[in-house]
């Protein structure tokens, strides 16, 4: 094994609480209920994805594309406000040691999010110079668990995606990991996931991936 992939949310940082403001005051501002079980839904998807499941609730006349892409971007917005509060406190010491030490083993880092934010969240928490890869939502057409960000992150890497370790705290990020031939390792709510190649209960116990 040659190589780590992360996914960002929920592994390296935690935004769910952004996300949920985010599209809690879109879906207010919409009159749609929206509450913290429904936002569950939404992790490791898309943008595109949470929206159909917010329009759920939806009951008035069917919005166009060009009607449901001003409330991504509305929302969009609002989140991007909220990642401003974001500082490298919201990044433990934990996390950083961690991947510091898989850095000096020997080990490519690589990010693997859907979200088209992952460089300014990774520049706001001063994370970004560590990663020699970064695949996001700005370079993917299909999102999980489709593997395509995977492959991509691979790529970037120069590396086999068999060689590649990803590290995901989602059921459809380690669908994606393994579609895309990677070994999957779940963390989070996905290290209870029988899906997963491995499972860990804290981030610090991928060291005990080291040779």
């Not at 919005?63 to 892409?69: G, I, M, V």
């Not at 020997?106 to 990774?122: A, C, D, F, P």
């Not at 939502?137 to 999102?143: A, L, P």
């Not at 990020?173 to 031939?181: H, L």
Request: net charge negative; aromatic share 10%.
């Amino acid at each position: 094994m040659r190589a780590f992939i992360f996914d960002l949310d929920g592994v390296i940082v935690h935004t769910d609480r952004f996300h949920y403001r985010a599209w809690k005051q879109t879906a207010d501002e919409m009159g749609i209920y929206f509450d913290e079980q429904i936002n569950h839904r939404l992790r490791g998807i898309s943008r595109e994805q949470s929206l159909e499941i917010i329009l759920e609730k939806y009951d008035r006349e069917p919005l166009s594309r060009e009607q449901k892409q001003e409330l991504m971007d509305r929302k969009n917005g609002y989140y991007r406000k909220l990642l401003g509060e974001m500082t490298p406190d919201d990044v433990g010491a934990e996390v950083r040691s961690t991947l510091g030490k898989l850095r000096e083993a020997g080990y490519k880092l690589g990010i693997g999010s859907s979200s088209k934010n992952t460089k300014y969240i990774l520049e706001k928490v001063e994370l970004l110079k560590i990663f020699q890869a970064v695949s996001d939502g700005t370079n993917i057409r299909k999102s999980k668990p489709d593997p395509e960000v995977f492959l991509k992150a691979a790529e970037f890497l120069h590396e086999n995606p068999g060689d590649c370790y990803v590290v995901e705290d989602a059921y459809a990020g380690i669908d994606a990991a393994k579609a895309a031939g990677c070994i999957s390792i779940g963390i989070g709510e996905a290290g209870k996931y029988v899906g997963a190649d491995y499972r860990i209960g804290s981030f610090s116990e991928l060291l005990e991936f080291l040779p």
